[in-house]
């Protein structure tokens, strides 16, 4: 597992070993929805730091361009690169992303052209390569449009240039995982003050689903320290930051002292949090052992072996709900599928609870029982012990992880006067952790 040393290593290694780690990631993993679970290769290569920013979009050689025309009859513009390969650029879409200052505004990134000026229709007059590798565009109107031939290369419309860009931008790739895992660890104060931990860490996060942070302070806060490192906190009706603790008239079964099953949190909201942290302040004197599976692994698991019921889990709303008094009183419902799945097919989240899956069931009376079935094989699935990670949190512990993706629960435990368990959490979104990521990432290639 990589360590507090990952800063310090993940500059001339990456240097170093670049294409090695490429040829080793292709040659033990496959990836998305039919991704194998997370080989030795991948444990030993990726996850101590030292390559973990192979993944992030490294700056690529400087592409020329040979030569430029216009194909008027397709309405499209053809780039030949120098190495060879061919783009091509639609005519409307060059127009509607002019780049010159009074189709963008340059210091936002944003585009200024409004679209009932945009002509869809629109041919060219002229196309040329600049001497200084552009492309210039002049349009029937004599608007001149000039492209970087970079910004160009980015944007190819061919599937695998699309592929590869989505991929820079979202990093959807995920290493799948059983109960041989060894979760990723690094050192708390190293991601909060350098910025090579804070991207081996979030990258991390993004393809294995969970994090360690080992060496925090064991007193409240320290969450919320972390995610202003990332960005601002998600506010929920349980507050900014919520108290894990045994708790009369608890609001929450997390707030007692009985096992809690695997799950997801806040499926009772539409857009559940996406990013989940957890900080030990105290541990139970007996019991309390946290677990964890990949729950985007175990749909996998469940599609192989049991189709039908993976067809029921994905097209199938069903209630949540969570009523109660914290921050503020709520009285929550909500309608998920238990897995969903993007227009390919892809599993890109799982919205699980048993405690606040809702009494109503607003199914037709025949698909009832076709429920409770495929849901009770995606459960028993998940409980397999081959699937499960069992961890013991103790003080200054932080566990990061996707909540998304993995479904979490813990072992019942003993409460004494003198020992309280206690843990402090928190929620972020995918959102502003991408965002950090991608920040991360521009400022680490540009100290490369």
């Known amino acids: 597992m990589w360590m507090s040393t990952v800063a310090r ?6 240097q170093r070993s670049t294409s090695l780690t490429r040829q080793a990631l292709r040659a033990c993993r496959r990836l998305g929805p039919t991704a194998a679970p997370l080989p030795p290769c991948l444990i030993s290569l990726h996850l101590r730091g030292r390559h973990t920013l192979e993944s992030a979009s490294l700056p690529v050689s400087r592409h020329l361009v040979r030569h430029v025309r216009a194909l008027d009859d397709d309405r499209q513009m053809e780039v030949e690169w120098e190495d060879g390969g061919h783009s091509l650029y639609p005519f409307t879409w060059l127009r509607d992303n002019c780049q010159c200052p009074l ?4 210091s936002a990134q944003a585009r200024m052209l409004l679209l009932a000026d945009l002509d869809i229709h629109t041919g060219v007059d002229v196309v040329e390569v600049t001497n200084d590798n552009k492309v210039s565009i002049v349009w029937p109107d ?6 970087d031939a970079e910004w160009l290369k980015k944007r190819c419309f061919s599937p695998a240039a699309r592929q590869a860009t989505q991929e820079e931008l979202f990093l959807n790739r995920r290493y799948y995982w059983d109960s041989t895992l060894r979760i990723p660890s690094a050192d708390f104060d190293e991601v909060l003050r350098d910025d090579k931990a804070a991207l081996a860490w979030l990258l991390a996060l993004r393809r294995v689903g969970m994090v360690y942070l080992k060496g925090a302070p064991a007193e409240q806060g320290q969450v919320a320290r972390l995610a202003e490192r990332i960005g601002y906190l998600r506010l929920t009706f349980y507050g900014h930051t919520w108290q894990v603790q045994d708790k009369p008239m608890a609001n929450n079964v997390a707030y007692t002292s009985g096992k809690l099953s695997l799950h997801t949190d806040y499926p009772a909201l539409h857009f559940a949090p996406g990013v989940q942290f957890l900080h030990c302040i105290n541990q139970a004197k007996e019991g309390g052992e946290s677990e964890v599976v990949d729950g985007f692994h175990m749909a996998e698991q469940l599609q192989r072996e049991d189709p039908e019921a993976f067809q029921t889990l994905t097209s199938l ?8 008094t914290d921050y503020c009183d709520f009285m929550l419902q909500s309608k998920n599928c238990i897995i969903d799945v993007d227009a390919d097919g892809r599993v890109v989240k799982i919205n699980y609870n048993n405690a606040t899956r809702d009494s109503v069931l607003d199914l037709p009376v025949h698909q009832v029982q076709p429920f409770y079935r495929a849901l009770k094989a995606y459960v028993d699935i998940m409980n397999r012990p081959e699937n499960v990670v069992t961890y013991r949190m103790e003080p200054g512990d932080i566990v990061t992880f996707d909540n998304w993706r993995l479904l979490h629960g813990r072992k019942s435990y003993i409460s004494r ?8 959490g928190c929620y972020l979104d995918w959102d502003e952790v991408m965002s950090r990521l991608r920040i991360l990432r521009k400022a680490v290639h540009e100290d490369l």
């Open 9 to 14: 290593s993940a500059l001339p290694a990456l």
């Open 317 to 324: 709303r069903v209630d949540f709900t969570d009523t109660g």
């Open 103 to 106: 189709c963008t505004l340059q």
């Open 417 to 424: 006067l003198e020992r309280l368990r206690h843990l402090e």
């Open 142 to 147: 004599q608007h001149i449009s000039v492209f």
